[in-house]
């Protein structure tokens, strides 16, 4: 869990750095070093849990620092869609940077291609509003991680990517 904390950490920064819009960078940026900071406490107590042994109290530690660590992931994603749909500037040759540009593409147009589907499709009330009942939910970036090719979930986890390793090669 810690080094996909990581993954999402470095995942996210790179947004940051290529977002177009201050705000949604700035927002990214804080809510990255939010999850290095959880990513880090976690690991710190997995290690000492390791150490002392089975208690209840570490127990609780541990299990209460994955949910803080599974919340801030899911606080760097709605900040990277939000970056992603405000715009990204080209990033240099960087593989590992083009690998995220691709994939917030890829998201991105998913979501725009629900978003015309339920424009062409969507039944509203007597108001004009859209009826939610029925309706398909928007795509998100979590649900685009979730359903990464087999390929990727076969991948073995390491701590530290090796040479050659991009962020997207893990799955988050």
Not at 45 to 59: D, I, L, M, P, Y
Request: aromatic share 2%; with cysteine.
């Amino acid at each position: 869990m810690v080094s996909d904390g990581q993954v999402v950490v470095k995942f996210g920064n790179i947004l940051a750095k290529h977002c177009l819009d201050q705000r949604c960078s700035m927002e990214l940026l804080r809510a990255t070093e939010h999850t290095q900071s959880i990513s880090s406490q976690l690991g710190i107590v997995a290690r000492v849990k390791a150490v002392t042994g089975e208690s209840r109290a570490s127990s609780e530690l541990l299990l209460s620092n994955v949910q803080n660590l599974i919340q801030a992931v899911q606080h760097v994603l709605r900040a990277a869609e939000a970056a992603c749909v405000k715009g990204l500037e080209q990033p240099p040759a960087d593989p590992e940077e083009e690998e995220v540009a691709a994939f917030c593409q890829q998201w991105r147009k998913n979501l725009t291609q629900h978003r015309a589907k339920e424009a062409l499709n969507s039944a509203r009330d007597e108001l004009g509003l859209r009826k939610t009942r029925g309706a398909k939910v928007e795509p998100t970036l979590v649900s685009l991680v979730q359903e990464q090719p087999p390929w990727s979930r076969n991948i073995p986890k390491h701590p530290n990517p090796r040479k050659g390793h991009t962020v997207m090669d893990r799955h988050l």
